[in-house]
């Protein structure tokens, strides 16, 4: 019937067929008047078109749940790297844990009762050489570590009877072995989070040797001391690496931005739209992706589409920017305005050969110099709507439209409007990745105009085509190119620098594959 992750509501028509039949033919059974079954018949029916109703509402809930506009994947290489700096980390800090004195009693037979402390315990190293982390599938991740070690010494004191003395002591843990289950998540911002849902520590041998004129007593009832030892330290590794999550990992997922600030204009949604995914082979990381209008955030008016990761592992982490998310981005630019591009003779390159005026125009609209003669124009270019690109195998592609408004500027400054502009044209991108920001150079075709509206009489566009051609390759585009060389930041946390960058295209999405290397703080 009907089921998460279903194509389109056409899934659920078996259902909602069922239903219908189903309420029919329960309505036609019940009585044999002819008036009693046509009240039961329209009876059942229209609870069956109720239930039919609640089935199609919710299979296209279900159906329509929203696809992410960006996709983050880490592969095995890319945990197995985040894995050694997080193991690095956590090996300094079990080297600073804080271990609490002994003291207890012991009875050793011909001996009698021996009174013990032990303090001022230092635990000199902690080193884990042998570790992994691997994906549990819709679960999330399991850290392991095997023959880990420790050494430990400090300080003890013994009374038997009227007998005191003290001394020091070398403890040595061996083979000890922990595990750390992760469970990852998002809060209500978006924002991913991760805790430990489990944690186990094993240690098979310790070995405690006392130095002292009675450590021989020590060495006597270590397995007492051994015992007790052997508990604390388990049950401070597992605190510890729970401490440590919350205070070391889970602060810095944090700094993956859920909103990104692009300029005065726009921003980037970055927000989870569901927990992180793990499955056989990567963790999956589903983002809205959306760019959204800092004056007014408005719907966008087309969904996502569902992206076909193809199942690349050669990088240590991939990123999957759909067609939506770059699509939001012109309708969120087309929402604030910014969409506007004024050109006058000030911005035209010296050494063109011409100026932006009437007297450069009426070659090709004579009249321009009898009705305007030798006045400066003005060229102002807006998208009637937001542009929309294609991403396809062969790249991607956008046929923008564009309306140029040309007006002559009068002695009092004021505009008077000449003619309107359709221009067409098609647009492809080269794209990159540069400093954690995906960046990106046009290069524009044949411009194609045709004439909207004209205050000048009629006169030949064709005329107009290489003069237009070279206002926009010699102003437009560049001013754009300029700005689309800043780029998009792509959703990182701090200190994370990429290298050795993919790019490639897909049906829908553009695919950036990327190693990763991580810039830690200096240690405190």
């Not at 059974?29 to 609870?47: H, I, K, L, N, W």
């Not at 969409?339 to 004579?366: Q, R, W, Y």
């Not at 990429?498 to 594959?513: A, C, D, E, P, Y």
Request: proline residues 6%; contains cysteine; hydrophobic residues 40%.
């Amino acid at each position: 019937m009907c089921c998460v992750g279903c194509g389109s509501s056409s899934a659920c028509l078996p259902g909602l067929w069922f239903l219908f039949w189903h309420g029919y033919k329960g309505g036609v059974g019940r009585e044999s008047p002819a008036g009693a079954r046509y009240r039961g018949a329209a009876r059942m029916g229209a609870q069956s078109l109720a239930a039919a109703c609640g089935v199609l509402a919710l299979c296209l809930a279900l159906t329509g749940a929203t696809n992410p506009g960006f996709v983050v994947r880490i592969t095995q290489s890319g945990l197995d790297y985040a894995h050694q700096q997080g193991i690095a980390i956590l090996e300094k800090e079990l080297a600073q844990l804080k271990l609490p004195d002994i003291s207890g009693d012991f009875r050793i037979r011909h001996v009698g009762k021996v009174r013990y402390e032990i303090s001022r315990l230092d635990l000199r190293s902690f080193n884990l050489p042998y570790s992994r982390i691997s994906l549990v599938p819709n679960v999330g991740l399991q850290v392991s570590i095997s023959n880990a070690f420790a050494e430990v010494d400090g300080n003890w004191r013994v009374k038997i009877y009227f007998i005191r003395d003290h001394g020091s002591f070398d403890l040595k843990v061996e083979n000890v072995y922990i595990k750390i289950n992760l469970k990852l998540g998002s809060d209500a911002s978006g924002k991913p989070t991760i805790d430990t849902s489990d944690c186990s520590t094993r240690i098979s041998k310790v070995r405690v040797h006392f130095w002292g004129k009675l450590g021989w007593l020590y060495n006597l009832f270590y397995g007492a001391v051994e015992s007790r030892f052997r508990n604390i330290l388990e049950s401070k590794v597992c605190e510890n690496v729970a401490t440590s999550v919350r205070s070391e990992l889970q602060p810095y997922l944090q700094t993956l931005p859920v909103t990104a600030r692009i300029d005065d204009k726009a921003g980037i949604d970055y927000s989870l739209v569901a927990p992180p995914t793990a499955t056989a082979q990567s963790l999956d990381v589903d983002l809205k992706g959306e760019f959204f209008s800092l004056a007014h955030r408005s719907t966008v008016p087309f969904p996502p589409l569902a992206l076909a990761f193809p199942p690349d592992h050669d990088r240590m982490v991939y990123f999957g920017a759909s067609s939506y998310f770059f699509n939001t981005a012109g309708f969120a630019y087309h929402a604030a305005g910014a969409l506007v591009f004024e050109i006058t003779d000030s911005v035209i390159p010296k050494g063109m050969g011409f100026h932006l005026n009437t007297s450069t125009f009426s070659a090709f609209i004579p009249q321009l110099e009898k009705m305007y003669p030798d006045m400066p124009m003005k060229l102002r270019l807006s998208a009637p709507s937001a542009p929309f690109l294609n991403i396809g195998p062969g790249g991607l592609l956008l046929k923008p439209v564009m309306d140029i408004q040309a007006y002559a500027i009068l002695p009092s400054s004021s505009l008077a409007p000449l003619f309107l502009l359709s221009l067409t044209s098609n647009v492809s991108a080269v794209i990159n990745v540069k400093s954690g920001h995906i960046v990106g150079n046009l290069t524009v075709g044949r411009l194609r105009l045709s004439l909207k509206h004209s205050d000048v009489g009629t006169f030949q566009v064709r005329m107009l085509q290489s003069l237009m051609n070279t206002i926009a390759s010699t102003v437009l585009l560049p001013n754009l190119n300029e700005r689309l060389a800043e780029g998009f930041p792509l959703p990182l946390p701090d200190r994370i620098q990429l290298s050795n960058i993919l790019v490639r295209f897909h049906q829908n999405f553009l695919l950036l594959g990327a190693d990763v290397r991580y810039q830690p703080l200096e240690w405190r």
